[in-house]
């Protein structure tokens, strides 16, 4: 049976399926191609990530095709449910990238509570001639350790930046339309481990108490993060959004950052990405990243094994 990775897939990965004798191919095939070559070559399992889609036309014009994988959580670009309907498979990794997202949104938090982002532009320009008008501009960081993390959506991704923050020193709060409580179990190197049970509180609630906020919320119709939400917010809060382009709206961040409610934010997701707007990519006061979080060697390796388990334990 011939597997098409569209959009890449581990060498962890390839190797799981290939001892289990699928063929696997990494040919990228342009979205226009794709239905006459998974037909051509008679394929039996596509994965993609984030840049192939999966729409009805592609289910119906492949009948052998039996089992989509995305390489990641979020299933926005696949027909799930019309596919499942048709008899197909659809399977994803929702725990592989989660420490990987984690760790990232708190790349920028540490940061911007710094001035990193900044510091990092300007030392190569002025630092040989502006060392002191620099280190006074970017003297009033701050410490993450005894402030409140206000997590957004609290599934996988937002526990496991939890668990981050929590190791930091942080306080917790957090809020999922679903979830009236979770258990956290921070592992540690000595074998130790610290539980920490967290239920969750009102979105209202978790504005108007957090230091930083982080979204880790599902794509969706209206913004998770509009005016209204930015205006309960404490001021000069810091923001993280590398959930997805779409759950906070552009233009009230910007007016936010200008009147200060927002003191600096993350962004490793866009609403018009892969051209986000010029003036987030100008703005000073924010920390960008090109929709990375889940791109770690060891988060990539984790995808590929759990795919492959996945495909063998469907297919034998």
Wanted: charged share 25%; with cysteine; hydrophobic share 45%.
């Amino acid at each position: 049976m011939k597997v098409l990775a569209n959009d890449g897939i581990s060498q962890s990965g390839i190797d799981a399926l290939e001892k289990a004798g699928y063929e696997v191919i990494t040919t990228t095939v342009a979205q226009e191609q794709l239905i006459n070559y998974i037909n051509e070559k008679d394929i039996a399992v596509l994965l993609v990530r984030s840049a192939t889609t999966v729409r009805k036309d592609l289910i119906d014009a492949c009948p052998g095709l039996k089992i989509i994988g995305r390489g990641g959580v979020g299933m926005d670009n696949i027909d799930v449910e019309y596919a499942r309907e048709k008899g197909l498979s659809v399977i994803n990794t929702p725990a592989a990238s989660s420490h990987s997202v984690a760790e990232l949104v708190f790349g920028h938090f540490f940061g911007l509570a710094r001035f990193l982002h900044n510091s990092n532009r300007d030392m190569p320009l002025e630092g040989d001639q502006n060392f002191k008008g620099l280190k006074k501009a970017y003297a009033k960081g701050t410490e993450l350790k005894g402030k409140t993390l206000g997590v957004l959506g609290f599934g996988r991704i937002g526990q496991a930046t939890a668990k981050v923050a929590l190791g930091a020193g942080m306080k917790v709060v957090a809020f999922d339309p679903f979830l009236d409580k979770a258990n956290l179990e921070l592992d540690f190197f000595d074998g130790q481990k610290v539980s920490f049970e967290i239920e969750t509180i009102s979105k209202e609630e978790v504005l108007k108490q957090a230091d930083f906020i982080s979204l880790h919320v599902p794509a969706q119709d209206d913004y998770v993060i509009d005016e209204a939400e930015f205006n309960i917010m404490k001021d000069g809060v810091i923001i993280a959004n590398a959930a997805r382009g779409g759950v906070v709206n552009e233009v009230a961040l910007v007016k936010a950052l200008e009147s200060g409610k927002v003191s600096r934010a993350a962004l490793d997701v866009f609403e018009k990405e892969p051209k986000p707007e010029i003036q987030l990519l100008m703005n000073p006061a924010l920390s960008l990243t090109p929709h990375t979080g889940a791109a770690t060697n060891e988060a990539q390796d984790r995808i590929g094994t759990e795919l492959a388990e996945q495909i063998i334990s469907i297919l034998g």
